[in-house]
């Protein structure tokens, strides 16, 4: 049943974010969450807005929206941009199935009367089921995603999970590493307790990765202030607290953090945000294989269910990992030039699906990508 739906477009956020505050009976991806889309809006990305289906006076779907420049396009997309992934918009879940496509167009119109200076709505990265519930915000169309989630399940246990690649090897590696680390002035892993630390790991972080993407030639998505202190307050205020909602840990070798990763707890799943490694004399000694084998380890002791590593296809990530879950963007113009740009997105995916899914392609490009870094460096 549809039809009787009403489209509402909340530009006050200190009205709107209560309603995200997402109870038993809401179902949400995690970059819809408050805490995500306040400290979004706080610190990186003032122009917000939630675009919501009402049934009466009951929200029955919100849609939290950023509005950004590219080029001479202004777009509307989930508050994260890049950083937001596997998005889910938020559903009343005894509603959820009278949404219906006439309902999401109405909703795109809505967007459109409201803030005419955007030129398209691009929605990117979305799962199509969460909870057992359909996205409906897929009815405006959907293309893949050049880039899938790859996930490993732990409920066989890590043994198993080891299995999965080699496990002999996996620990004989292990115990060499851990050799290494002794000899070079001891180790330990630490996970951020207090505001502190999780902000000292994250500027770690920061930085180390700075490096990585200058040196590939790859553009820093954390170079922005705002995105920085997102991160900041977003991990900041979690750190210590109980239950688990964003993490973030070290491993450290002889005082100095050489592998950092950050990772969100949401409707029982565990997965890494973000990690960098420190490319130092120790980079031989994989560090970030070295955090994962132990993060993984803890993971199956808390029983945890599913460990994600979060968009991006990598052999390292390959290597643990059985699930692979496809994403989906969703993209529709409201002038010529919106429409123009989702043609030209749409073709951009194309070409790089393809080139992703041939793995000496790839591995080229990537080649070409680093060297073009690093030519000015040494001309």
């Given at each position: ?17 209560p ?124 293309s ?61 972080f ?8 200058a ?5 820093d ?29 070290a ?101 790089a ?22 030519g000015?460096?040494?001309?």
């Amino acid at each position: 049943m549809t039809g009787s739906l009403s489209p509402r477009i909340l530009g006050d956020m200190s009205t709107a974010l209560p309603l995200l505050d997402a109870p038993d009976h809401l179902v949400a991806g995690l970059p819809q969450s408050v805490a995500w889309v306040r400290n979004w809006h706080a610190h990186a990305n003032a122009d917000c807005l939630v675009a919501a289906l009402f049934n009466g006076e009951t929200p029955v779907l919100l849609l939290p929206l950023e509005v950004v420049k590219s080029g001479s396009i202004r777009l509307a997309r989930f508050p994260g941009g890049t950083h937001a992934n596997c998005n889910f918009p938020v559903l009343a879940r005894d509603h959820a199935g009278r949404i219906g496509r006439s309902d999401i167009r109405e909703l795109a119109h809505a967007i459109h009367k409201a803030r005419p200076d955007i030129d398209a709505l691009l929605l990117a990265r979305q799962v199509d089921v969460l909870d057992g519930l359909s996205n409906p915000l897929l009815h405006i169309g959907k293309s893949g995603n050049p880039n899938p989630v790859l996930a490993a399940s732990l409920s066989c246990g890590f043994d198993a999970v080891l299995d999965r690649s080699n496990a002999k090897r996996k620990r004989k590696k292990h115990r060499q590493h851990a050799r290494r680390y002794e000899e070079a002035g001891g180790y330990r892993i630490v996970t951020a307790s207090s505001s502190a630390e999780a902000i000292a790991m994250l500027d770690r972080f920061f930085a180390v990765k700075a490096e990585r993407f200058a040196r590939t030639g790859v553009t820093d998505v954390f170079a922005d202030a705002g995105v920085r202190e997102f991160f900041r307050s977003l991990f900041g205020e979690a750190a210590g607290k109980k239950p688990d909602s964003f993490q973030i840990k070290a491993l450290e070798v002889a005082g100095i953090s050489r592998a950092i990763i950050g990772k969100s707890y949401w409707m029982g799943d565990l997965t890494v945000e973000f990690g960098g490694i420190a490319e130092d004399d120790l980079v031989s000694a994989s560090p970030g294989e070295f955090l994962f084998f132990e993060d993984i380890m803890q993971a199956c002791r808390e029983s945890v269910a599913i460990y994600s590593f979060g968009i991006g296809d990598e052999p390292y990530k390959r290597d643990w990992c059985d699930i692979e879950q496809p994403l989906y963007d969703s993209m529709t113009g409201f002038t010529l030039r919106g429409r123009a740009y989702a043609v030209a997105f749409r073709a951009r995916n194309a070409v790089a699906t393809a080139i992703k899914k041939n793995a000496r392609i790839w591995a080229v490009a990537k080649k070409l990508r680093g060297l073009r870094a690093g030519g000015p460096q040494h001309s």
